[in-house]
């Protein structure tokens, strides 16, 4: 199954740079960085990934990088945990949340296809 930090479409690394200005799946930040955005520490970044919020990707060396969907749903997170969700609660929800907003927008994109009735289309 998959989690809410596994996003299809990965960035290519031949993309241009623009493009990877631009991609929200592109790993840009590393683990320092990423902790000094959020305000959190890099031991905060390795419990997401540990739960399996966040599976960040690695540079060549080995070192954690992390996208801005990635840094949005490890603020996600922390506001859970601030207001005194346990972590693995807070990942739990987020998770569920994000699945459910795929479900609704599938939903929609399937109920665009029905005629004004609420019918299903008849076989062609």
């Not at 905060?44 to 954690?64: E, K, N, Y």
Request: proline residues 8%; aromatic residues 4%; glycine residues 8%.
């Amino acid at each position: 199954m998959a989690q809410a930090g596994d996003r299809p479409g990965q960035p290519d690394d031949s993309a241009g740079l623009e493009d990877k200005f631009d991609d929200e799946d592109y790993p840009a930040y590393s683990m320092g960085r990423a902790a000094e955005m959020l305000g959190v520490t890099p031991a905060f970044l390795r419990s997401l990934d540990t739960a399996r919020l966040i599976v960040p990707q690695r540079s060549s060396g080995g070192h954690r990088r992390y996208s801005r969907y990635q840094l949005r749903l490890a603020q996600r997170a922390r506001d859970l945990i601030d207001q005194g969700t346990p972590l693995e609660a807070a990942c739990r929800i987020i998770i569920l949340e994000d699945q459910l907003a795929e479900a609704q927008r599938i939903n929609a994109q399937l109920r665009e296809g029905l005629p004004g009735d609420g019918t299903p289309h008849p076989p062609a």
